[in-house]
């Protein structure tokens, strides 16, 4: 917790801090942003995405053995690429602004498995768990076809093990999906924001679901101790997981492919724009350091956060990062983006983001809510409220003049609406959104 009187001399320090108190839709520019790359205090590097990608790619056999949808894109877990010209008219209605350049559409929300953007993380994160476990124990070599992973005496194996995450919902699908289709005891601690249909469509997989009255950071705590006893027991750690980050940051690589067969290039002089609901960061922080490091100078990755939850936010630019919650300055953290309803930023992330990172804005719930059915009316799009809040990216960088700071050509400019999460949201819970 902070004094009053640090928090007065913040105020006084940081002139964004009163209207996101006051949960007033904001806008910041990293001050530490290089456009150039001088990162060299990171010890992630490219080499180790490509080896998470090749790990990946080692499992596309079992993984289309196991989930029959992933069957036509041969095991590769991956969504597409799409051009979303013709919504630009509505985002310039709703938001009484024009919109330069070309609009994509990252339709995460349709990724197999999980049918969010946790199927990148959290799935890699448990293959990476049981690839060790199983080469350790000489049930395979690298070199063999991981089909074998289907096999009766590996869930048999894999049961003597155990998984464990906090989670405010889809990290727990992820993982819970995964984790019990390889055979693990799969344990998922959910916050108060977990929506209910997530937690029963875990438990009908035979996942362990125990709930907590608290939000998510405590969800994460408790199930870290309950782990920490157990050799036997894994946790996956939303708050500093190098594996999950690795694991989001593929999409980087896939990504360019994507671009490069449309003919699409991304530059300084054709600069891309990515959008990216962030929650506790490790999402979008491992996507935006895989754009960085495939597109360099080219690409500018903004963070949204909700009005209620701008957890990264106030992490980075006080440079608290965790040591700093949005409830220490009054902030409820209230929001119908479950997937972002988080209130302590993780320092891992915020402090790899200090260099690479454009800048982050908040965006009230009421809005995301128009957005979600206006996509759903004119493009029979389904997203969950989190997923929609890149959105407004584009027409909040025109409002506050962010090409001019960049020296940017608006008319070469490309804005990618990362959309993070929907495919899995029963059809009731969707037309309960579309009545909001
Ligand atoms: C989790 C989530 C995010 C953000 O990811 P973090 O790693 O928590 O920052 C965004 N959108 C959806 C739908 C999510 O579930």
Redesign the pocket.
Known sequence: MFSKNKIEKWKRKYSLLEDIINTKEVIWLNPKYQTTESHSDIELSKENIIEAEKRLNRFKPYIKEVFPETKKNNGLIESVLESINDFKGDLEDIFNTSIDGSLYIKRDDSLPIAG???AR?GIYEVLKYAETLALKNNLITKDENYEKFVNKEFKTFFNEYSLAVGS????GLSIGIMGATLGFKTTVHMSNDAKEWKKRLLREKGVHVKEYESDYSKAVEEGRKLSENDPRSYFID?EKSKDLFLGYAVAALRLKKQFESRNITVNKNNPLFVYL?????????GICFGLKKVFGEGVYCFFAEPTHSPAMLIGMMTEEHNNISVQDLGIDNKTAAD??A?GTPSKFVGKIMENYLAGIYTIQDEILFQLLKKLYNKKRIKL?P??VAGFPGPAKIRQNHIYKKFDIEKKNINHLIWA??GIMVPEYIFQEYLLN
């Not at 609901?277 to 922080?285: F, L």
């Open positions: 969010s953007i946790k993380g405010t919902g889809n990290l939303d609901p962030c929650g506790v960061g490790g999402g979008p922080g997937g972002l988080v969950e989190s997923a993070t999460g």
